[in-house]
């Protein structure tokens, strides 16, 4: 079966520090990856998503950046984290066509 | 922009009641919508899915409908347990070779024992 792991779970960054978040699928080949992000109490806004290696495209304008350096890992990066970047982070996968699958996320606070 | 929209923020029920959550969406050219469960501290879990050829889908004590004349969905889960209180998200899919979702702002369910 398939699954997805994110990690870390929490992390607490001062501001103007550097991000690297990791989320790999196992089970699957070749998925449709996606990153969200999650302010309190509100709905996920899609960051970026992958259909292949090497393939990023970003949703929205952000201090943010993402990078696919395997078939089934998809990394989330920032050089100077921002206050703003306070979030919680998902990562998600799917086939073509079929429902994304979420993994349990990173809550990020900067201080 | 297109987006896809809850009625009710909050809705509270008591065990064992049936629960009806509502989305509205407004992009017309969408073909599949899917429900996702979210619990405190977690991922969307998801719940049921539904392609815009039917109108109707059942799953374990769920139900989706969907009116294409309105654009409208609803999710109704049967014989409300404490477990399913979360928030709920009905999302839209743009994109078949992309896949991606446009989610609306949630619909917290809250059961009352």
């Known amino acids: 079966s398939q699954t997805i792991h994110q990690w870390p779970a929490t992390l607490v960054q001062p501001v103007g520090s550097p991000l690297s978040l990791e989320c790999t699928v196992e089970?699957?080949?070749?998925?449709?990856l996606y990153w969200y992000r999650q302010a309190a109490g509100r709905g996920l806004q899609l960051l970026f998503y992958?259909?292949?290696?090497?393939?990023i495209s970003s949703e929205v304008p952000q201090n943010l950046s993402a990078s696919r350096p395997q078939d089934r890992q998809f990394i989330l990066s920032s050089k100077k984290l921002l206050l703003s970047d306070s979030g919680f982070y998902l990562c998600?996968?799917?086939?073509?066509?079929?429902?994304?699958?979420f993994g349990d996320g990173t809550r990020l606070s900067i201080l | 922009g297109e987006s896809v929209g809850l009625h009710l923020p909050t809705l509270s029920v008591q065990e064992g009641d049936n629960s009806i959550i509502n989305c509205a969406y407004s992009?017309?050219?969408?073909?599949?919508f899917i429900w996702y469960k979210q619990e405190s501290g977690k991922g969307p879990q998801f719940i049921i899915d539904?392609?815009?050829?039917?109108d109707k889908r059942q799953g374990q004590r769920v139900t989706v409908l969907l009116n294409k004349t309105v654009k409208h969905l609803s999710l109704q889960i049967a014989a409300t347990q404490p477990g399913d209180s979360a928030v709920y998200f009905c999302?839209?899919?743009?994109?078949?070779?992309?896949?991606?979702?446009?989610f609306g702002t949630g619909t917290l369910l809250a059961v009352q024992p």
């Open positions: 539904i392609r815009s050829n039917m």
């Open positions: 089970g699957t080949s070749n998925p449709n």
């Open positions: 998600a996968w799917s086939p073509q066509g079929r429902p994304q699958h």
């Open positions: 992958s259909v292949g290696i090497g393939q």
């Open positions: 992009n017309s050219a969408s073909d599949y």
């Open positions: 999302a839209e899919v743009l994109g078949r070779a992309t896949n991606k979702l446009i």
